[in-house]
Antibody, heavy 125, light 109 residues
Framework: EVQLVESGGGLVQPGGSLRLSCAAS????????MHWVRQVAGKGLVWVSRINGDGTSIRYADSVKGRFTISKDNAKDTLYLQMDSLRDEDTAMYYC??????????????????WGQGTLVTVSS | QTVVTQEPSLTVSPGGTVTLTCASS?????????PNWFQQKPGQAPRALIYSTSNKHSWTPARFSGSLLGGKAALTLSGVQPEDEAEYYC?????????FGGGTKLTVL
């Protein structure tokens, strides 16, 4: 079964750090772009970051650039999100998800599945 | 700052038809934005419904369809069921980054 399981969330003080993990099973991370998305309670989804298969191409949302670092260990099939200089507004549920792609009749297709169940990060003093 | 706009809320009667839209602050949404649609129910992770404008996943009910409509991405539900009450999010591609819409809360009443 293709599955993603996040861990590492918890309570941290403003200015602190936390590292989230996302363990993949049923597929290999090496073959996919992977993403982190977050959601404040009662609010919408916000894309945070993405990394390509071999870890050489990385993008971040402006709101986390310079504070968060995405990485992956393909040997362990695990995705990470290192979060430093945390702020109150980083409090959210964090989801990891897999991006897949294919070319059909010369047209690229992109889809996002599966999603993990999420891990809750609370930044508070 | 790119903004993707969805209707905040819509209400539909069981058995009815409703169209949710997804607009971009940069202009008309085309297939090159590879619109994706997700459904999220309370307490659950989002679930993929539609990808690259109009393609369905194997688990997507036939009553859901995706299209481009009037310069926006659109998600149409035909023959709405009570279990379709949920939050729906679109996701658009901006040449390296992806941006979610603010979500549409669909009420089936």
């Amino acid at each position: 079964e293709v599955q993603l399981v996040e861990s590492g969330g918890g309570l941290v003080q403003p200015g602190g750090s936390l590292r989230l993990s996302c363990a993949a099973s049923g597929f290999t991370l090496r073959s996919h772009w992977m993403h982190w998305v977050r959601q404040v309670a009662g609010k919408g989804l916000v894309w945070v970051s993405r990394i390509n298969g071999d870890g050489t191409s990385i993008r971040y949302a402006d709101s986390v650039k310079g504070r968060f670092t995405i990485s992956k260990d393909n040997a362990k099939d695990t995705l990470y999100l290192q979060m430093d200089s945390l702020r109150d507004e980083d409090t959210a549920m964090y989801y990891c998800l897999r991006e897949s792609s294919a070319t059909v009749a010369g047209t690229p297709k992109f889809w996002f599945d599966p999603w993990g169940q999420g891990t809750l990060v609370t930044v508070s003093s | 700052q790119t903004v993707v706009t969805q209707e905040p809320s819509l209400t539909v009667s069981p058995g009815g038809t409703v169209t949710l839209t997804c607009a971009s602050s940069t202009g008309a949404v085309t297939s090159a934005y590879y619109p994706n649609w997700f459904q999220q129910k309370p307490g659950q992770a989002p679930r993929a419904l539609i990808y690259s404008t109009s393609n369905k996943h194997s688990w997507t009910p036939a009553r859901f369809s995706g299209s481009l409509l009037g310069g926006k991405a659109a998600l149409t539900l035909s023959g709405v069921q009570p279990e379709d009450e949920a939050e729906y999010y679109c996701l658009l591609y901006y040449g390296g980054d992806w941006v979610f819409g603010g979500g549409t809360k669909l009420t089936v009443l």
